[in-house]
């Protein structure tokens, strides 16, 4: 099982230098129950007691609602405020590469992009990692607009650290900026329901979603499905019009065994049968024409190798670096003083590592003008892998799959599918851009979208009017 997980001493201001890590950092995460100051153990004898009966009675409400393990859990989900008319239902799929659908038959995913729609390719935005894809396609906005630049930052105002595996980073809404879908959605009077997706655990822009889960990556597949079905099964003046939906499997079984092997085949399936499975419940329970389903993903995959790797320890001091992260990209936070030193260090190190300093990062990759921007940003062509001689060397660590390059690569791309009665049947796109995503399912559900920076002129070709 390999990692990039890297622990270097560096910049006090940074401070720890590891690179988050979907292997060492997953979580599950408790709803946890407010704290008692009490050290008097009858009256905390008593709380608890007071706590256990005022639990039963949650569970029981919830438990007719079908709600047990939502996050919202008061038991009071205040009556409509507007007719419940549809839903859209977009599973995210971590690491579904464009061309897995054909390559792997998935006839679930084939059969939605026949009836439906279809982008040959969705374009990621850079870098190409979980949480900046996820949110952005959330937002309609590229990273340096959301703040979300990586799994792994560096705020210099915060003077924090944000990892995807922090729990309490992850909750805290002053990372997240722009406003996603179920925030639109929400101020719009529709409810929306998220069943993992980065952001949703915090509260932005004084709202949250109004059913959402802790991030439990151990939660399985078919829970989610279900909890999706119990949400569209609720009386329709609490009914959601919005339901995320995330999978890791895919991504889990990339990194390990690489895009080609035939584990990360049956990975696919297992998720393309999810989709089946969702689909034809929707149409037995009389959803067909009430509810769309959108899959999306966040990026693709590229193969690596031990042969394949870049050692930045052979041209800098990595002790002076500033290491954030290392991997698929790099990003450094070196002193001030010693920005240039590095940059020139590395700048011509290596015919497969383009190295950019914040000012010249090219605009397209989106990344510049924040201010958890990193002071230099270094990009291995695909495949390839960025490290240092003083990590741990193990036979296996470079092999299996990755991401994380450049969005500009072809194996980078993801999916976008969708079919439902506000989207047209039989269109074929050659590419969507993650930032595009936001109109089209807002509007996919008579919303009226946020600013952003997507392109609304695709929705007509996609909608129907
Ligand atoms: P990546 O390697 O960038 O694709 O990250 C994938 C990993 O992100 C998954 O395996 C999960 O461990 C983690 N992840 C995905 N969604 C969340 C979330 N909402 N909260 C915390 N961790 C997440
Ligand atoms: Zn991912
Ligand atoms: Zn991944």
């Known amino acids: 099982m390999q990692c990039d997980c890297l622990q270097v001493a560096g910049d006090p201001r940074v401070p720890e230098y590891t690179q988050s890590c979907s292997i060492h950092h997953r979580q599950i995460a408790p709803v946890s129950p407010k704290r008692s100051n009490s050290k008097n153990p009858r009256q905390f004898g008593t709380r608890i007691g007071a706590l256990v009966v005022g639990a039963g009675i949650v569970v029981i409400v919830l438990a007719t609602l079908g709600l047990t393990a939502c996050s919202r859990s008061t038991g009071s989900i205040p009556e409509d405020q507007t007719e419940w008319k549809g839903a859209t239902v977009m599973m995210g799929i971590d690491g579904m590469r464009w061309d897995f659908p054909k390559a792997f038959a ?59 595996g922090d729990t309490s980073a992850v909750r805290d809404g002053r990372w997240w900026e722009g406003e996603p879908v179920w925030v639109t959605a929400e101020k719009q009077n529709k409810r929306a329901a998220v069943y993992f997706w980065p952001g949703s655990e915090a509260e932005i822009s004084g709202r949250r979603p109004t059913f959402s889960m802790p991030y439990d990556g151990s939660v399985p597949n078919d829970e989610r499905v279900e909890q999706a079905l119990r949400w569209l099964s609720l009386p329709s003046g609490q009914r959601p019009s919005l339901i995320l939906l995330y999978f890791s499997t895919v991504d889990d079984a990339g990194h390990r065994h690489g895009p080609d092997a035939p584990e990360t085949a049956a990975a696919a399936r297992e998720i393309d049968a999810l989709v089946g499975k969702l689909r034809s419940q929707l149409t037995r329970r009389g959803f067909g024409h009430t509810v769309n389903l959108v899959i999306v993903s966040d990026h693709g995959f590229s193969a690596r190798s031990s042969d394949r790797v870049v050692y930045l320890d052979d041209f800098v001091d990595v002790n002076s670096a500033g290491i954030l992260s290392l991997g698929q990209h790099v990003t450094l936070w070196p002193k001030p003083e010693a920005v240039d030193s590095v940059y020139f260090a590395l700048a011509n190190a290596h015919p497969e590592l383009k190295v950019y300093k914040r000012e010249n990062l090219p605009p397209r990759l989106h990344l510049a003008g924040h201010r958890r921007t990193p002071p230099i940003v270094a990009v291995p062509s695909a495949g390839w892998t960025v490290s240092t001689r003083r990590t741990d060397q193990r036979p296996q660590q470079f092999s299996g799959g990755a991401h994380g390059y450049d969005n500009i690569e072809p194996d980078m791309r993801g999916v976008f599918i969708a079919v439902g009665p506000a989207f047209r049947t039989g269109v074929r796109i050659d590419s969507l851009r993650a930032v595009d995503v936001y109109n089209i399912v807002t509007r996919s559900i008579g919303l009226e979208p946020a600013p952003n920076d997507g392109d609304a002129s695709i929705v007509p070709r996609l909608l129907m009017n």
């Open 106 to 164: 998935l006839h679930s995913m084939s059969g939605i992009a026949d009836g439906g729609v279809r982008a040959e390719a969705l374009i990621p935005v850079f870098p190409t990692k979980t949480f900046p894809n996820f949110y952005s396609l959330a937002t309609g906005l590229f990273p340096n607009h959301t703040g979300i630049l990586d799994n792994t930052m560096y705020d210099p105002m915060f003077d924090a650290r944000f990892r995807m």
